[in-house]
C-alpha cells in the first residue's frame, strides 16, 4: 500500500512532466505554423493602377478556386484571402470590365466566360498570369512565377512578405503595351491598345506554341517577341521553357500579388 506521503510527489512529477510534454507540443505546433508548414497561406492582392481590375482566380489541378473566381478591385484598394497549404493555382488582371447587376459582362482582356466569378473558368488572352504552387508532397517549398506565355495586359508582381533568404520577386512591371508590335495588338472599345498577345496566341502553330515536335527544351526557342518580352521583363516567363531566371522559390505564410507595381531596375 502506498502512503499518501510517497504519492504526493509521484503525482507533482507526473503533473510537471504532463506539463513539459504540451509545452513542447505546443512550440512544435507554433514552429510549424511559422515556418508555413501546415497552415494556410495568406495571398494579398493590391492594385496599384490608376484604373479598375478584375482579378480572375482559377485553383489547378484539382485545387479549390477561392473568391468564386474573381472579384472587382477599384484603383488604391486591396483584399486578402487564405488558401490552404499545397494549393495550386493562377491569378491574373482582367481590364476593361463592365458587369450588370447579376455579375454578366465582358472584359477587354482576361475575360472569362462573360462572369464577375470566373468559378473554375480560365481566361482568355492575353493576360499576365500568376503561377503558384505553394508545396509539395515531396517539398515544403512554395514556386511561383508570373508568365508572359500567354500574353500581356498588365504589370504584375508576387513578392514574399518575409520568408528569408533566396526568396525572389516574380513580375513584370513594365507596361508591354506600350511597345507591343502591331500585329500582337489587342484593342479596346475606345481603340486603346489593352493587352499585347504572345506570338503562339496571334500566330499558332507548333514552333510558335512549343507543342507538337517543339515540346521539349531541345527544340522550343523563344521567338524575337518572346525575346522582346524577356528584354523588358527579365523576371517573367516569355516562353514555354524559360524557366531558369524565372521560376522562384520560397516559404513564406504571406505573398503580396501587386497590379500595377512601382517600376525598379531589371538587374
Known sequence: MVSASMAAPKLQLLSLLLAFLLSMAFLQATASTSSGVGGNVQLILVNNCAESIWPGLLGTAGHPTPQSGGFHLAPRDETAFDVPPG??????????????????????????????????????????????????????????????????????????????????????QADLNACCPSALEVRDREGKVAGCRSACGAMGGDRYCCTGDYASPERCRPTVFARVFKAVCPKAYSYAYDDATSLNRCKARRYLITFCPPPTSRK
Not at 117 to 142: N, Y
Not at 156 to 164: A, Q
Open 87 to 172: 494549393w495550386s493555382g493562377r491569378v491574373w488582371p482582367r481590364r476593361g470590365c463592365s458587369f450588370d447587376a447579376r455579375g454578366q459582362g465582358s472584359c477587354a482582356t482576361g475575360d472569362c466566360g462573360g462572369a464577375l466569378r470566373c468559378g473554375g473558368c480560365p481566361g482568355a488572352t492575353p493576360a499576365t498570369v500568376v503561377e503558384m504552387t505553394l508545396g509539395t508532397p515531396r517539398s515544403p517549398l512554395h514556386f511561383y512565377d508570373v508568365s508572359l506565355v500567354d500574353g500581356f495586359n498588365a504589370p504584375v508582381s508576387m513578392s514574399p512578405v518575409g520568408g528569408g533568404a533566396g526568396c525572389g520577386v516574380a513580375g513584370c
